[in-house]
């Protein structure tokens, strides 16, 4: 039933189905089962036969996803903060929306530069341009799709000396549309690879970050060197690379190489 009529979210669910009729069936078969184990619903944060609406922090629709504008609107109002705990706090609240900022963590790296131990506060230009500009960006986030699973999905990857840009799209109406931004930065021992081992390890950490959607379905990946191609040809690859083909076989994708220069979509990111 699970499956099929419904998804769950810890102690919150979700009944769905593309038609009135449907939906009301389901609807029914899931308050006999709430009414035959005496599970008591919340009546206040029940919501029937919507086609929208706030679920977990998100608004979702039936083709988009889009942040809580309540909850986007208490953190743009916050005034300077001054403690260390006080920027942990907000940090933790605008990454709950990071899936929507490009370049986050390099955004906020003035402000989690104040996170380490023994550093002094500093109430610097960079740090205030930073909450400045991820408040900003906050207010003003894109508004995602939801994945069309019909349809390939599409990787642009791209990686600098430090860290590692992606974004997940899909096509629509003859347009890009971005479903999910993610940024990471570089270990220390990754920073030393070759630059053909770093465009690896960019494809090997966006497969593993969008596994999710990219399992059973067909993508298409765009990337600056033929590093994938250099691997799978490669026939004295050491352990490591080894373990990177092994996760790579478990999808279903193509290359396409781009240079540099026309791989500006993602190119910041990893700036």
Known sequence: MIE???????????????SFQTCLSHLERMLKRCEDTNLCLNW??????VKEGIVLGHKIS?????????KVDVIAKLPYLTTVKGIQSFLSHASFYRRFIQ????????????????????FSKEYVEAFQTLKRKLTEAPILIAP???????????????????????RQEKHFRPIHYVRKTMTEVESNYTIMEKEMVAVVY???????YLIMNKSIVYTDHSALKYL????????RLLRWVLLLQEFTFKVIDTKGAENLAVDHLSD
């Open 4 to 18: 099929k009529t419904m998804e769950v979210f810890m102690d919150d669910f979700l009944v769905f189905k593309n």
């Open 44 to 49: 206040e944060k029940s919501h029937f036969m």
């Open 62 to 70: 039936k083709n988009r996803i889009e942040v809580d504008k309540a």
């Open 103 to 122: 370049d986050f963590s390099k955004i906020a790296r003035p402000m989690t530069r104040l996170l380490k131990k023994d550093t002094l506060f500093l």
């Open 148 to 170: 069309n699973w019909d349809m390939p999905f599409e990787l642009m990857c791209n990686v600098s000396d430090f860290a590692i840009g992606a974004v997940l799209r899909q």
């Open 206 to 212: 966006t497969f593993e970050k969008f596994q999710s």
């Open 232 to 239: 799978f040809a490669k026939k004295d690859s050491n352990a």
